[in-house]
């Protein structure tokens, strides 16, 4: 079964960044697009950053084009998301998974890691 370990959430000031980390393990992590989702309080998980099995797309939410990267280290199944200009509205939970797509092929989930920017 896959398993996430999501880290590097914290609290930062709007127009600030953090990088989130994602470590995988149970699944075959080299074969898989994997993605990055985000929960606010009261709302849906939602997509927010894509990237192919082997790094030869990306794809991002409309809301964070141009501020965030995602990157990953299939030697060490490590997924990143870096978020440059971090704004208020991007406080959420975040999280990690497989994707098709935008959507989530695994039903499993980890913790998350809480990012609240202030303003």
């Known amino acids: 079964q896959a398993q996430f370990a999501e880290s590097g959430g914290g609290l930062v000031q709007a127009g600030g960044s953090l990088r989130l980390s994602c470590k995988v393990s149970g699944t075959s992590f080299g074969s898989y697009a994997m993605g990055w989702f985000r929960q606010a309080p009261g709302k849906e998980r939602e997509f927010v950053a894509a990237?192919?099995?082997?790094?030869?797309?990306?794809d991002f939410a409309e809301p964070v084009q141009g501020r965030f990267t995602i990157s990953r280290d299939n030697d060490k199944n490590a997924l990143n998301l870096d978020m440059n200009n971090l704004q208020s509205g991007d406080t959420a939970v975040y999280f990690c998974n497989a994707v098709r797509g935008r959507l989530s092929r695994f039903d499993s989930w980890g913790q998350g890691t809480q990012v609240t920017v202030s303003s």
């Open positions: 990237i192919a099995y082997n790094g030869a797309w990306t």
